[in-house]
């Protein structure tokens, strides 16, 4: 995260429920906000450029991961749905990223950590062994 970008100063009002149920609480707390209407998210007087150059970097097509990375995915999350999933893995190993790339079959979101656990510890203990990570690219 960039610390120069503090997203209170951006927003209006009307929107700071939605930033501070995202600081504390999952979707399902996001969910019960009420919704914000157009136009009225962001400040009229908010410098957006530095919040739209950091999200730009952050596009999967321009980053290059530097550290190991696991995505474990739940073949029925209806929250982060495979499909997309599978088009940020293909975007990331386009760029030559070295992505390890899990499915647990029949996990829906909820369980996907407890599904991936042992996948999880089994990786990060390669990691800090230095043994080569698995390429699921």
């Given at each position: 995260a960039d610390p120069s970008i503090r997203p209170e100063d951006l927003l209006t009002e009307q929107a700071r429920p939605l930033l501070d149920s995202a600081r504390t609480g999952c979707?399902?707390?996001?969910?019960?906000?009420?919704?914000?209407?157009?136009?009225?998210?962001?400040?009229?007087?908010?410098?957006?450029?530095?919040?739209?150059?950091?999200?730009?970097?952050?596009?999967?097509?321009?980053?290059?991961?530097?550290?190991?990375?696991?995505?474990?995915?739940?073949?029925?999350?209806?929250?982060v749905p495979k499909s997309g999933t599978d088009v940020l893995v293909d975007t990331l190993c386009a760029r030559g990223n070295q992505i390890d790339y899990r499915l647990y079959e029949g996990a829906d979101h909820r369980q996907t950590i407890g599904a991936s656990l042992s996948d999880i510890q089994s990786f990060v203990s390669a990691v800090e062994t230095g043994a080569p990570a698995a390429d699921g690219c």
């Amino acid at each position: 995260a960039d610390p120069s970008i503090r997203p209170e100063d951006l927003l209006t009002e009307q929107a700071r429920p939605l930033l501070d149920s995202a600081r504390t609480g999952c979707l399902d707390d996001i969910r019960r906000v009420p919704p914000v209407v157009d136009g009225q998210v962001f400040r009229a007087d908010a410098d957006l450029g530095p919040l739209t150059d950091y999200m730009t970097k952050q596009e999967p097509a321009a980053v290059k991961v530097v550290v190991p990375t696991m995505i474990a995915q739940s073949s029925t999350d209806a929250v982060v749905p495979k499909s997309g999933t599978d088009v940020l893995v293909d975007t990331l190993c386009a760029r030559g990223n070295q992505i390890d790339y899990r499915l647990y079959e029949g996990a829906d979101h909820r369980q996907t950590i407890g599904a991936s656990l042992s996948d999880i510890q089994s990786f990060v203990s390669a990691v800090e062994t230095g043994a080569p990570a698995a390429d699921g690219c």
